[in-house]
């Protein structure tokens, strides 16, 4: 059982990137997953939720309007994308779905 999260790096503001969440040995199926970020000397904060059912989604008013998550079930992936991206959205990013975490991937936003 395992969630993968894929796709950080470094961009300059303004700019966009999508992260990838692949679970493998589960499906997202069953709980809501969400993706979650923590900046140096800060708490880890959920950034945005994926209802397993309908779909529906929510965000954290720092990225909303900005971030868009959704799913593919057929590639069992979740993604994130964010776009208009700040120096602030700077962090390391988890994946986490069920009481499951991803390992992580840095998003470095700088100019």
């Known amino acids: 059982v395992q969630l993968v999260a894929t796709g950080g790096g470094s961009v300059q503001p303004g700019g966009s990137l999508r992260l990838s969440c692949v679970a493998s040995?589960?499906?997202?199926?069953?709980?809501?997953t969400s993706w979650y970020r923590q900046a140096p000397g800060k708490q880890r904060e959920r950034v945005a939720t994926i209802d397993s059912t309908d779909g529906r989604t929510n965000y954290a008013g720092s990225v909303k309007g900005r971030f868009s998550i959704s799913r593919d079930d057929a590639r069992n992936t979740v993604y994130l994308q964010m776009n208009s991206l700040k120096p602030d959205d700077t962090a390391v990013y988890f994946c986490?779905?069920?009481?499951?975490w991803g390992q992580g991937t840095q998003v470095t936003v700088s100019s």
């Open positions: 986490y779905r069920g009481g499951f």
């Open positions: 040995g589960f499906t997202f199926s069953g709980f809501p």
